[in-house]
């Protein structure tokens, strides 16, 4: 009996479907954002798909990132989604390892904007948004960043705050439009200190503009892509820009703990969020817009999405270095300059 036991031990550990493999696991740090959907369209086919089970950990960058750095010497999340900057900063921390994108069948399938955001081969772009300007189309004309402060139109204008996640992006495509692209802002920010007085507000959550264009106090506002589906539904009428010098936006991507004993396995579910087939089903949930150049969306999906290749290339991005070397700085001169 006792020899019988240890022999049925030992083919248990040797078989690919004893208990070692059943217990495979693999923890992913994400925004809380639309998590049941994702838990239908991505972690519940990936689990059926590898048979393994997924832990997902939920929470804001700073919060998420700190786990990953208190960690750091046993590292309990495997795999982490997060924007271009928070990836590099996880790189200079020493808390990421290097893609390896031979590994994954759908890299080449990605906008070329998405395959190494931040040009250091830790991170793959998975969503990316752009961030332009709404507008009433039969009130003004916008061509550039610039015609935010003509005099006929800033009256009219509402501006994201620099704390807000469109501020700075804003204010770099703002000052390329004037000619003050400097990594530190303060161009575009004195210039908008100087029609302080003017502009509308400086708002802090983009939910609010729909009511402000509804009721004509404002006409234009940069905002992100993600916003634009209220703004279509407005009985006036309102146009997304497309300015000489180019939208700006944000990324978000995936990237893979240091250290991690299930890099593998996270290369594998990488590989799945990146598939033509995952990626369109969170395009037409309006869940996340697609990295993936093969992804082909419904009319009304891709209206309400960063779509296409001729946008992708249009997309003029915060390198992820500026943001994180000048963020103290930008927001110590919009206070200076334009206040709270």
């Known amino acids: 009996m006792k020899k019988a036991l240890i022999a049925a031990v030992a083919l248990s550990a040797l078989s690919p479907f004893g208990a070692s493999a059943a217990e495979r696991t693999l923890t992913i740090s994400v925004y ?7 838990k239908q369209l991505v972690y519940g086919p990936f689990e059926a798909k590898c048979g393994c089970k997924l832990v997902v950990e939920t929470g804001n960058s700073v919060e998420r990132l700190a786990k990953m750095e208190a960690n750091k010497a046993s590292p309990v999340i495997d795999l982490a989604a997060v924007s271009m900057a928070d990836a590099l ?3 200079r921390a020493g808390l990421i390892d290097k893609v ?5 069948s759908n890299f080449a399938k990605l906008y070329d904007i998405a395959k190494d955001p931040n040009g250091d081969g830790m991170s793959v772009g998975y969503t990316f948004y752009a961030t332009s300007i709404a507008y009433r189309s039969d009130k003004m004309k916008i061509d550039s960043w610039a015609d935010l402060l003509r005099p006929e139109y800033v009256a009219h ?3 994201p705050n620099v704390t807000t996640n ?3 992006p804003a204010l770099y495509m703002l000052g390329q439009a004037l000619g003050k692209d400097t990594p530190d802002l303060k161009g575009p920010i004195e210039a908008l200190a100087e029609k302080k007085d003017d502009i509308v507000t400086f708002y802090e959550k983009s939910s609010q503009l729909v009511q402000l264009m509804q009721q004509e106090e404002i006409w234009a506002a940069p ?7 209220g703004f279509t539904k407005l009985d006036v009428p309102v146009a997304w820009a497309t300015p000489k010098e180019g939208q700006t936006g944000g990324m978000n991507v995936l ?4 250290g991690s004993k299930n890099q593998d396995l996270a290369l594998q579910f990488m590989d799945f969020w990146l598939s033509t087939e995952t990626q369109t089903k969170l395009a037409e949930k309006l869940i996340d817009s697609p990295a993936n150049r093969e992804v082909k969306l419904s009319e009304a999906a891709a209206n309400n999405l960063t779509y296409g ?4 290339k249009s997309l003029k991005l915060i390198p992820s270095a500026v943001a994180l070397d000048n963020r103290a700085g930008w927001l110590k001169t919009w206070n200076d300059k334009v206040g709270q």
């Open 166 to 168: 469109q501020g700075p």
């Open 157 to 159: 204008v509402a501006f």
């Open 223 to 229: 905002i992100g892509r993600f916003s634009w589906a």
């Open 89 to 91: 900063a996880a790189a």
């Open 255 to 258: 990237v893979v703990t240091k």
């Open 32 to 38: 809380a954002f639309a998590q049941d959907d994702f």
């Open 309 to 312: 290749e001729d946008t992708a």
């Open 100 to 104: 390896d994108t031979a590994k994954l």
